[in-house]
């Protein structure tokens, strides 16, 4: 089966960056996603990497991948308590028929 | 709003009730997708419709029953649940199966609990 994986929390102070981590086991996805969920809320697309990218940025938000380690990140600089939320990152499985998610990971950011 | 409306946002229902979730998209999109997401666990794919038919269903208990009656809506019926089915059910659309490049549009959810 498909296997993404995230750690469950991270806690950072407001001003800091925050780095979020991914890993999978099957790397034959074309885009890697990164989701964000506030509390009481759906899944909100916040930005995507082409799998022939090692790096994409957005605003504050760095997107990280490494197809040979099979690892994928978000770095949010400037973290703000808007930013807590939960992470998920997503990719393309069954044959390009689905997206597979991560486990989430908590972001909590202290003042 | 994110252009998939779920209703109700909130619903309480004993064991023995029958209840529907609603899912509206006006995206064009032709595939939906429900999903299942309970405290502390992964999110749970439970079934996917394209052009208004089934394409997977991942063993999800009869309890549940899903409807497509066109490519905008999508229906959830629920029938004697159980205390465990309480959680938040998620509804999604893309372009299509295999148009991913935007990935999936989430709804806000509908947050059951069954007492």
């Known amino acids: 089966g498909e296997d993404v994986e995230q750690s469950l929390f991270l806690s950072v102070r407001e001003g800091d960056s925050s780095v979020i981590n991914c890993t999978y086991t099957?790397?034959?996805?074309?885009?890697l996603y990164w989701y964000k969920q506030e509390p009481g809320a759906g899944l909100q697309l916040l930005t995507y990497?082409?799998?022939?990218?090692d790096m994409k940025q957005d605003q504050r938000l760095t997107v990280l991948l490494n197809k040979k380690d099979k690892h994928l990140s978000l770095r949010i600089a400037d973290t703000q308590t808007g930013d807590s939320a939960i992470y998920f990152c997503?990719?393309?499985?069954?044959?390009?028929?689905?997206?597979?998610f991560g486990t989430g990971t908590q972001l909590k950011v202290e003042l | 709003e994110t252009g998939v409306t779920q209703t109700p946002r909130h619903l309480v229902m004993g064991m023995t009730n029958k209840k529907s979730l609603k899912c509206e998209q006006h995206?064009?999109?032709?595939?939906m997708y429900w999903y299942k997401q309970s405290a502390k666990k992964p999110l749970e794919l439970m079934f996917v419709?394209?052009?208004?038919?089934?394409?997977e269903n991942n063993s999800v208990p009869s309890r549940f029953s899903p409807e497509c009656p066109n490519s905008s809506h999508l229906f959830l019926h629920l029938h004697t649940l159980q205390p465990e089915d309480s959680a938040l059910y998620l509804c999604?659309?893309?372009?299509?199966?295999?148009?991913?490049?935007?990935?999936?549009?989430f709804g806000s959810g509908t947050r059951l609990t069954v007492v």
């Open positions: 999604a659309s893309s372009q299509d199966l295999r148009q991913l490049y935007h990935g999936y549009t």
């Open positions: 099957d790397s034959s996805s074309t885009y």
């Open positions: 990497i082409f799998s022939n990218m």
């Open positions: 997503a990719l393309i499985t069954g044959g390009g028929n689905k997206l597979t």
């Open positions: 995206l064009g999109h032709n595939a």
């Open positions: 419709y394209s052009l208004e038919e089934r394409v």
